[in-house]
């Protein structure tokens, strides 16, 4: 074991306090710290007068930092602005939150780095400050930080790790091998990584570090992939008749994508291996259909179906679609939700203990202890990223490994479905159904919300059916609850008086609640004012318009969701994102892509480059991954082909190659359980 496996508390300067930070960013030993890349560099030569700023620009300015000023909006937020100053001019910077830490830096020459706001006259909305005086590099490197962590520590603690390092560090790529694809040598690759003589070597040497990272992930999904493989499951068959009667009851032909995805997943269940496959296609692009074809072909050969979705309205609107179709092919739907009577439960729950081929619909309830299946032949998961490991591991584990299909719409970028999700075959559902237009997106700043609430009540007073949604409250749904009551107050006594408007949240009974998403669904109410219990997957074909209120503090996958709700009917639909008074520069650059692009993979791109993995994996991501994932496919191919090679012939000596994997091991596994 070198110098790499040691934990970080033998490099010099990193005491106990230094260590726990460290820890907080998932780096534990030499090698966590080393391969820990920057997220950009700050080249010196680049600092430019203020007075030559633009908006929207990435900047690095010199200076003298004025007092700090507490900040307060209208919006009830506060934080702390100051002035920089050089000799050509000053602009103002703005930190939310108590920002207390401003103040140190007040009267010193700083060096400030950061993104100008769109918007004239250009701001810097929480820009990094530092003090660069005793530097030499040419380029610095730019670390993701924790709180009581400073760029200045962590460039003098990663120095100090360097300078531990033996001079050829060993590589997980044979050396012969690393010569064929021209790759450099691990131990000058780390060096340029951090303090680069380049911004071109800078990167360069970056990929070669990421690469080096990623094997041992490519090797646990190699391994996971193997492990499934073993495991035997029942083989279905003889599916022609009943799949073939089910796609005649259906209003519509299937997409060309979603047959190909049908017959993929037909050739899974016609293996004696358990299925592992996860269905991606964006909102709208039909999955639910897909799931059930599936469904039909498990229930004709005499096994039970579960369909776990991740809320309660979307299960029903699945029992609603799929039910009539189910009956028609001879086969009974059961649902399981938290809104189940107890009655119903008991009988339901006998029924599938006793194996009765059963599609059984439900929320988490299904995974819950009580609940058994006597023969669980095929587990679909909808919208699987809402769901923790814990569950989807759970809902295969009611079968003995029963085949498993994973639906997911927010679409995951290709390098991080093979890195992640690598262990899965595939289907990708990439065309929608015909007949869709593209949706009108619109932005109205703070200064425009009358606008905002003219355009929405011309558009219902045409008979368009409406969406509001109301701000998302950062971890409290009962205040996301009486921000959305609010909201449906003022409408409905102000800019919509005489407008039949509702109102849905997450705090409403079930029943209730279902009271007034069927009447939206039925056209009684025009105005549906929510939370984001609409974002998922709900399915009201009338709506032609959102509002998203407070557009700013939602995710751009939560966006993308959200505008998925309209337009499902095939007519014209507008998406009016209405922002509050100051929003950051990654706000307004979500925005902008949602105003760019409809594409939900483009989207996830965008949203992958701006906020990491850990938006896209879900509750059960984890801070390795986000540190070796690579948006660069040629990359992370390269990576697999290297796994390959060690799997079949093993590591190169000196490697503790399993310590590597077990340090990936609470990656997601979908379905391994
Ligand atoms: P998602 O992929 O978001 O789960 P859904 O399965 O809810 O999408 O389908 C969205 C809508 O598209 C539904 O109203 C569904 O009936 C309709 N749909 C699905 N497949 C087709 C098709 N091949 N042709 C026309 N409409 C379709
Ligand atoms: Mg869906």
Not at 513 to 524: L, S, T
Request: net charge neutral; hydrophobic share 45%.
């Amino acid at each position: 074991m070198g110098v790499l496996d040691h934990p970080i508390g033998v490099i010099r300067g990193v005491g106990p306090a230094t260590a726990n930070h460290l820890r907080t960013l998932a780096v534990h030993t030499v090698r966590d710290l080393v391969s820990f890349l920057p997220l950009r560099y700050l080249d010196r030569s680049r600092i430019m007068p203020i007075a030559s700023v633009h908006c929207g620009q990435d900047c690095l300015l010199c200076g003298i930092l004025g007092a700090a000023a507490p900040l307060f909006t209208r919006g009830g937020r506060r934080g702390v602005s100051a002035l920089l100053a050089d000799e050509s001019g000053s602009i103002r910077c703005m930190w939310f939150g108590s920002a207390s830490w401003v103040g140190r830096w007040s009267g010193r020459e700083v060096v400030v780095s950061g993104r100008t706001s769109l918007r004239n006259p250009p701001a810097l909305l929480h820009p990094e400050i530092e003090d660069l005086t005793d530097e030499r590099d040419p380029y610095l490197p730019v670390y993701r930080l924790t709180a009581g962590l400073t760029q200045r520590k962590m460039r003098a603690v990663v120095r100090a790790a360097l300078a531990s390092l033996p001079l050829a560090v060993p590589s997980l790529v044979d050396s012969a091998w690393a010569s064929a694809c021209s790759l450099a040598a691990l131990g000058e690759a780390v060096r340029c990584a951090h303090f680069p003589p380049s911004l071109e070597q800078g990167l360069r040497g970056q990929d070669r570090v990421r690469l080096e990272a990623l094997i041992p992930l490519q090797v646990l999904v190699a391994r996971r992939r193997a492990s499934f493989r073993d495991r035997s499951a029942p083989a279905m068959a003889a599916t022609a008749d009943e799949l073939a009667r089910f796609l005649r009851l259906l209003p519509f032909p299937l997409t060309r994508c979603q047959a190909d995805a049908l017959g993929e997943i037909r050739g899974d269940l016609a293996n004696p291996r358990p299925m592992h496959r996860l269905l991606q296609g964006d909102v709208g692009s039909g999955k639910t259909v897909v799931a059930a074809g599936a469904a039909v072909i498990a229930l004709a050969h005499g096994f039970q179906v579960a369909l776990m979705a991740p809320t309660e309205v979307l299960a029903d609107q699945h029992a609603r679609v799929l039910t009539p179709w189910i009956r028609e092919i001879g086969h009974e739907t059961v649902v399981l939700s938290g809104g189940t009577s107890a009655g119903d439960r008991g009988t339901i729950h006998r029924r599938m203990a006793e194996g009765q081929p059963l599609l059984v619909i439900g929320t988490h309830a299904l995974v819950q202890d009580s609940v058994a299946f006597g023969n669980l032949g095929l587990a679909i998961i909808d919208e699987q990223h809402r769901f923790g490991l814990g569950q989807r591991a759970a809902l295969a584990a009611k079968g003995s490994s029963p085949h498993l299909l994973v639906m997911t719409a927010t679409p995951i970028p290709r390098t991080l479905a093979m890195t992640v999700y690598g262990h899965l075959d595939l289907s990708v559902l990439s065309e929608k159904p015909p007949g869709r237009r593209p949706i009108q997106t619109k932005w109205y700043d703070h200064g425009r919300r009358g606008h905002a609430f003219d355009d929405l009540r011309r558009a219902v007073a045409g008979g368009i059916q409406a969406y509001v949604v109301a701000p998302l409250v950062e971890g409290s749904p009962s205040l996301e609850a009486s921000g959305a009551v609010d909201l449906y107050h003022d409408l409905s006594t102000g800019e919509l008086a005489g407008v039949r408007v509702g109102l849905v949240h997450g705090r409403m009974k079930a029943a209730e609640k279902d009271r007034v998403i069927h009447a939206f669904r039925a056209g009684e109410i025009q105005v549906l004012v929510c939370t984001t219990v609409v974002e998922v997957g709900m399915d009201a074909p009338g709506a032609g318009l959102l509002l998203v209120d407070g557009a700013e503090r939602f995710g751009l996958s939560q966006l993308h969701q959200l505008r998925g709700r309209i337009g499902r009917g095939g007519q014209d639909a507008f998406c009016i994102l209405l922002t509050g008074e100051i929003i950051t520069i990654e706000a307004e650059q979500r925005i902008q892509a949602m105003l760019d692009t409809g594409d939900g993979f483009r989207l996830a791109e965008i949203d992958l480059t701006q906020r990491g993995p850990g938006a896209l994996l879900g509750p059960d991501q984890h801070g390795r991954v986000a540190g070796v994932l690579s948006a660069d496919v040629r990359l992370v191919a390269l990576a697999r082909e290297c796994a390959q090679r060690i799997v079949e012939g093993g590591p190169p000596p000196g490697i503790d190659l399993d310590g590597l994997v077990r340090g990936f091991e609470d990656v997601p596994a979908l379905g391994a359980g």
